[in-house]
């Protein structure tokens, strides 16, 4: 009965293959998010260029966002709980934010003067963590079978990087080296303008054969990669701290003792 309706689930969707996630090509596998309600849709439709409701004021073309490769998947994670944190409350106050950060003339000493408040707030810092908690646990990861040149490009550019003042960038992107130029970085990469994923090039990511929220998938990530989140990516550090079970993080640690 186990195997009988193990595999009547895996035939709920007629289209999206699934992919064991140690089969992955860590190193240049494009990964994706999404809510799992979502799936059925891309089953039949496929993922859809669009600019998302978080997006409507800093992004000008529809497309599909991804990461390559397993690290640029973790740092995708962390900008994510860093825009969590600083994020203005409320839809006018967020659009209003955003102009001034496009807004070359409106003088950097202000934003400097919120992120500091923000920086010793730990309201924002619970609510951050939780959210994304919130987003994972009801996501999965998909792996995008995406070709350069039809789907996207190295060359192309990140429209915050190119349409925002640099100086006021520095928060959510890594270091100023990541801003020298206005390409797309590998955390942060999408599809060509107007481009649809078809549902062939679409894998759920799936471990044990079973299709797992972004939460677990996201810790074996980590788990692959441990050192390097506590060495560059503490507020993932801190989300795994708060939101892993205790098992969860000995095994992670074990990872840098071995």
Known sequence: MREYIKRLRLKKYKNLKRIEFDKIDFEKGHFHYTPRKNLR???KKGLLPLVGENSKVIERRKKVFFSEGDQATLK????WIV??????DGKYLYA???YFMRTRWFPKIFIDIYMKVLDHSVVNDYFSLKELDRILRKSVYLNLNLEEGADFSYDDYDDVIKFHDKAKLTMVYFSED????????PWNMHTKKDVIIPPSKIKI???NSKIV???KVLFHLAERNYDFVKAELPLLD???????????????ERTIAD
Not at 76 to 79: C, D, K, L, R, S
């Open 83 to 88: 825009w969590l944190k600083y994020r203005a």
């Open 213 to 215: 929220n972004a939460k």
């Open 238 to 252: 801190a989300y795994f701290q708060k939101y892993l079970t205790k098992k969860q993080l000995k095994t992670l």
């Open 41 to 43: 849709s891309i089953d």
């Open 96 to 98: 209003l934010g955003e």
């Open 178 to 185: 990541e801003l020298k130029n206005n390409k797309m970085l």
């Open 205 to 207: 990511v799936t471990i």
């Open 76 to 79: 995708i994670m962390h900008a």
